[in-house]
């Protein structure tokens, strides 16, 4: 129920929502693991499972790639333009929360002036060594006053979109799982579609 009065915050899930493809397989094509990740990230998102479990998984298979490759293959990954468009206009309300790294995330964040709730990792020995995984849900103690609105596509979406006041599920790189579908508030298959949307809320 949305919260009269109250200043609104728009929280944007990243991979597939904002960007065109998921990013650990993108990463995946600077070690040979880019089919595998795209595999195993798939079953990750549209299954109820531990999504911590699996991430680590999957970050283990990249975690010796230097860190300077990485930033700049995540950097320049294809996003809906329209859409950054809309979030850069409206940057002083507007958060990513993500459950990929931080350290990895430094130039896309920089390149596009974006704030972010991310998972937090480190560099032990050139190695990425995972200290925090994002717990999605746990990002609205920070909003305890505000309207939020959640803008998502995948199983880890689940609660953070049923604890929030608006939920807006999209399927415009591709399908959600069910169980997204029953918490979602609205539901949009195409990127003009998401943008009107959230100028008329």
């Not at 459950?99 to 998972?119: E, M, P, R, V």
């Not at 480190?122 to 994002?134: A, F, N, P, R, S």
């Not at 959640?150 to 979406?157: E, L, Q, R």
């Amino acid at each position: 129920m949305p919260k009269l009065d109250a200043p609104r915050i728009y929280l944007f899930d990243l991979d597939s929502t904002i960007t065109k493809e998921e990013l650990l397989p993108r990463i995946g094509t600077l070690n040979g693991t880019s089919e595998l990740l795209r595999k195993t990230t798939t079953e990750a998102m549209l299954s109820n499972g531990s999504f911590s479990k699996s991430f680590l998984e999957r970050i283990d298979l990249l975690s010796e790639i230097p860190l300077d490759e990485v930033q700049s293959i995540v950097e320049t990954v294809p996003i809906l333009e329209d859409l950054m468009n809309w979030i850069q206009s409206n940057n002083q309300c507007v958060y990513l929360v993500t459950g990929n790294l931080d350290i990895w995330l430094q130039k896309f964040l920089k390149k596009y002036k974006l704030k972010a709730f991310t998972s937090k990792a480190i560099l032990k020995d050139g190695k990425v060594c995972v200290i925090e995984i994002l717990d999605k849900v746990q990002v609205l103690r920070n909003f305890p006053t505000n309207e939020v609105v959640y803008v998502g596509d995948g199983s880890n979406d689940i609660e953070i979109m049923q604890n929030s006041d608006i939920g807006i599920l999209t399927e415009i790189v591709h399908k959600a799982p069910t169980s997204l579908w029953d918490v979602a508030d609205f539901a949009v298959k195409d990127e003009d579609a998401l943008c009107k949307l959230l100028s008329r809320l």
